[in-house]
C-alpha cells in the first residue's frame, strides 16, 4: 500500500549539511501497523513528511497505492492521511463538527457525506457531544482525536502519524491506540513513530528502528522480541536458601548469579535445556514463588540496537 | 471547485463571525472614518456635499483600505498557518497551493468588502449624499484587486520562505500609501510617467477614478492598466509556485 524505497535528504544549513536520512526504505501492507523507532533527530519526522510529499527528498521514490507521489501527486495524496508530530492540524476558532466539514470539504466529499462520515468518526472516538465546541475549548486529548478524525474524512488507505500519544494521559492514549487498531483491522496502512515504545509494542505488526538516518533494523515485531530475548530464567523462593546449596549450584555448567538469598538468575549454555531441571532439583525442598523466563521488551531491544556501534 | 469555494467561504464566514466584537468594532471604525471623511472633505474644500471631489477621497481611502487587507492577507494567513501546523494539512490537499490561496484570498476580501460596502451605503442613505458611480468602474477595481493578490502572493512567497513578514508588509503598504494616493500619474516628469506605468495600481487608480468621475477613459490606461494587472498577477503566481517548491526541498512548510 506504501512504499517507500531509497528516501535520502540532506537539509543545508547555517552549521553545514545535515543528512537527515540517507537510503531509507520499507513498505507498509494494507492492515499493517509498523512502528518506527529512533532517538531524537534520528530522521522520523523528516521520513513522514517526505511520505507525505512535504518535503521533496534529494533521492528515493514514495509509492502510495501504487501512484508516484513525486508525479501524481495531487492523486496520491487523496490516499494520505496524516497527524503530524505536535502541530494542531485544527482551525481553532472553528468547532470540532466545522473543521471535520472543512476538511471533508477540501478533499472533495460531498457536504452530505461528509456530515454522515464526521458524525460517525466523532462517535468513534466518544467526542459527539462535543461537536458544537470551538476546538479551542477542547483537552489536548480531545483535540487529538478530532485531529484523528480530520486525517481520516476520506477514508485514507495510508495513515501516518508522528507521535500521536504524545503527552496524552492513559484514558485518551488508549482512545487513541484503540482507533488505530480498529483502522488496522479494517485495512489500513498506519504508519506510526513514537518515543513510547510500550504504544509501539501493543500497536505494531513490525518495526523500523532508524539512527542517524539509516535504517539499522526492520522486521516483525515479534520475530524481534523473541531473537532479543536471551535465554536467561530468573527463579525466586519464598524464603532465603542456605548457603550451601546456593554454593552447591555454582558446579553446574551454565552460568549463575546470585543476586540475593531468595533469588538468582541463570543463564543456560547455548542449547542446553536440561540443568535447568538439575538446578531446579537442587533447590528441592524450598518452596518456589516464580520461575520466568527473561522476555525482551522493545524498550530493551531499542537500547540494544541503538547504543550498539559500529553497526552503521 | 465549487465545493470547495463554499468551503473556504464558510470557514471565513464563521471566523468573522464568531466573535462578533471584532467585527462590530471594525465595522464601527469603518464608520468613523467615513463619516469623518464625509463631513472633514466638505469643512476643508468648503464645497456642496457629494461629488466629485468627495467622491475621490472616499473611493480613494475605500480602495485603499481594501487593497492593504488584500495584499496583507496572504501573507499573515501563512505565516500564521504555518505556526499553528495547518499550513502543511492544506499543502496536502489535492489542488496546487496558489489556487487554494488565491481562492482564500478572495473569500477574505469578499468578507472585507460586504460589511465595508453596508457601511457606506448606511452612511450614504442616512446624509443623502451622492456620490458618482459607474459600474464600468468595477472593472479597474477588480484590476486593482487582482494587482493586490499579485503583490500579497510575492509576500506570501516570503512568508513561505522566512516565515516572517512583518518588516516587509510594512516597506509595501507604506509604499501602497504613497502609489494608491498620490497623484502620480498626473505628475508631468518623464520618471513619474514610467513609474506610473511599470509600479502596481497607480495606473488602476487613476483608471478608477477617470471612470468614476467621466464614465470613460483613454484607451491607453486601459491597455496600460490591464497589462500591468496581467503582469501583476503573473509574476505573483510564479513566484509563489516557486516558493512552495523550495519550500518543500528545503522543509520549511511548516515551523521549523
Ligand atoms: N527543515 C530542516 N532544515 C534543516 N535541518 C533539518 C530540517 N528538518 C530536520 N532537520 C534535521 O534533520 C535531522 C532529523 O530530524 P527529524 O525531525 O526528522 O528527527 P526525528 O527523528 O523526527 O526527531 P524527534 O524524535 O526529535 O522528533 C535533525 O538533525 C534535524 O535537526
Ligand atoms: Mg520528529
Redesign the pocket.
Same mark, same amino acid.
Given at each position: 500500500m506504501l512504499e517507500v524505497t531509497g528516501l535520502t =535528504?540532506r537539509?543545508?544549513?547555517r552549521t553545514g549539511v $545535515?543528512e %537527515? $536520512?540517507r537510503g531509507v526504505s520499507f513498505s507498509v501492507a494494507a492492515g499493517e501497523v509498523l512502528a518506527f523507532l +529512533?532517538?531524537? +533527530? %534520528? +530522521?522520523?519526522?523528516?521520513?513522514? =513528511?517526505m511520505t507525505a510529499g512535504l518535503?521533496r527528498p534529494d533521492q528515493g521514490t514514495v509509492t502510495i497505492h501504487g501512484l508516484d507521489l513525486c508525479h501524481r501527486q495531487s492523486a496520491a495524496v487523496q490516499h494520505i492521511g496524516a497527524v503530524l508530530?505536535g502541530s494542531r492540524n485544527l482551525y481553532w476558532r472553528l468547532t470540532v463538527m466545522e473543521n471535520l466539514l472543512y476538511w471533508g470539504a477540501m478533499r472533495r466529499i460531498p457536504y452530505r457525506q461528509a456530515r454522515l462520515r464526521a458524525m460517525d468518526l466523532l462517535e468513534q472516538v466518544g467526542l459527539t457531544d462535543r461537536a458544537k465546541n470551538t476546538v479551542q475549548t477542547l483537552s489536548r486529548g480531545m483535540q487529538q482525536k478530532v485531529a484523528l478524525c480530520q486525517a481520516l474524512m476520506h477514508r485514507p488507505s495510508v495513515l501516518l502519524l508522528?507521535?500521536p500519544t504524545l503527552g496524552l494521559d492513559f484514558e485518551s492514549s488508549e482512545g487513541i491506540k484503540n482507533m488505530v487498531r480498529h483502522l488496522a483491522t479494517d485495512g489500513t496502512a498506519i504508519l506510526l513513530?513514537t518515543?513510547q515504545l510500550d504504544v509501539a509494542e501493543e500497536l505494531s505488526d513490525r518495526v523500523a528502528i532508524?539512527r542517524g +538516518?539509516q535504517l539499522i533494523l526492520e522486521d516483525h515485531t515479534k520475530a524481534v522480541l523473541q531473537q532479543y530475548s536471551r535465554s536467561a530464567y530468573a527463579i525466586v523462593t519464598e524464603t532465603p536458601l542456605p548457603s550451601s546449596v546456593l554454593a552447591s549450584m555454582s558446579d553446574l555448567p551454565g552460568q549463575v548469579n546470585v543476586i540475593s538469598s531468595q533469588r538468582l538468575q541463570y543463564v543456560p549454555r547455548d542449547g542446553d535445556t536440561e540443568t535447568l531441571y538439575d538446578l531446579l532439583g537442587l533447590l528441592k525442598p524450598y518452596p518456589l514463588l516464580q520461575v520466568e523466563r527473561h522476555q525482551a521488551d522493545l524498550a530493551e531491544v531499542f537500547q540494544q540496537v541503538v547504543n550498539s556501534e559500529g553497526e552503521v | 471547485m465549487i465545493g470547495m469555494l463554499m468551503a473556504e467561504w464558510r470557514r471565513t464566514v464563521v471566523e468573522t463571525v464568531r466573535y462578533p466584537l471584532e467585527t462590530i468594532s471594525s465595522m464601527a471604525t469603518l464608520f468613523i472614518v467615513f463619516a469623518g471623511l464625509f463631513y472633514g472633505a466638505t469643512y476643508i474644500t468648503n464645497s456642496p456635499i457629494g461629488g466629485g471631489r468627495l467622491t475621490t477621497v472616499v473611493v480613494g481611502y475605500a480602495v485603499w483600505m481594501t487593497m492593504m487587507a488584500a495584499t496583507g492577507d496572504l501573507g499573515w494567513s501563512i505565516q500564521n498557518e504555518a505556526q499553528n501546523g495547518t499550513l502543511e494539512q492544506v499543502m496536502m490537499f489535492p489542488w496546487p497551493p496558489v489556487v487554494i490561496f488565491l481562492v482564500r484570498a478572495f473569500t477574505a476580501i469578499v468578507a472585507f468588502v460586504l460589511p465595508m460596502v453596508a457601511v457606506l451605503l448606511g452612511l450614504l442613505a442616512m446624509t443623502h449624499i451622492h456620490l458618482q458611480w459607474h459600474w464600468a468602474a468595477v472593472v479597474p477595481f477588480a484590476w486593482a484587486l487582482g494587482t493586490a493578490w499579485g503583490l500579497g502572493l510575492i509576500v506570501a512567497s516570503i512568508a513561505l520562505l522566512f516565515k516572517r513578514i512583518g518588516q516587509v508588509l510594512n516597506i509595501v503598504q507604506f509604499a501602497m500609501l504613497f502609489l494608491i494616493l498620490a497623484p502620480i500619474a498626473d505628475f508631468s516628469a518623464w520618471g513619474w510617467r514610467i513609474l506610473s506605468t511599470i509600479a502596481p495600481f497607480t495606473a488602476q487608480v487613476t483608471l478608477l477614478r477617470d471612470v468614476l468621475s467621466q464614465g470613460k477613459a483613454s484607451l491607453w490606461l486601459w491597455m496600460e492598466s490591464g497589462i500591468n494587472f496581467s503582469l501583476m498577477i503573473l509574476l505573483g503566481i510564479l513566484l509563489f509556485i516557486w516558493a512552495t517548491r523550495v519550500a518543500r526541498s528545503?522543509?520549511?512548510l511548516g515551523h521549523?
Open positions: =535528504k537539509f543545508r544549513s $545535515v %537527515a $536520512v +529512533g532517538p531524537n +533527530g %534520528a +530522521g522520523k519526522t523528516t521520513t513522514i =513528511k518535503i508530530e508522528d507521535e513513530t518515543h532508524i +538516518g | 528545503r522543509g520549511i521549523y
